[in-house]
């Protein structure tokens, strides 16, 4: 059995260049990346937090 999940992330392209990146399954999250596989790397990353935080405190895993 996979540990693995998908989550929606949305990228919202920035006038100056780069994408403001949201997880609506994590509204705590908000995040950049100067393109879109860094956006990606970095909504991947801040799940993966969010979750290990969540573990740690003894919560239910989201």
Do not use: H
């Amino acid at each position: 059995m996979s540990n693995s999940r998908t989550f929606a992330v949305v990228l919202e392209p920035e006038e100056e260049g780069g994408f403001t990146v949201r997880v609506p399954a994590f509204p705590e999250i908000v995040t950049y990346g100067k393109d879109e596989g860094e956006a990606l790397a970095m909504a991947q990353d801040a799940i993966g937090l969010v979750i290990a935080d969540s573990v740690a405190r003894g919560e239910a895993r989201p």
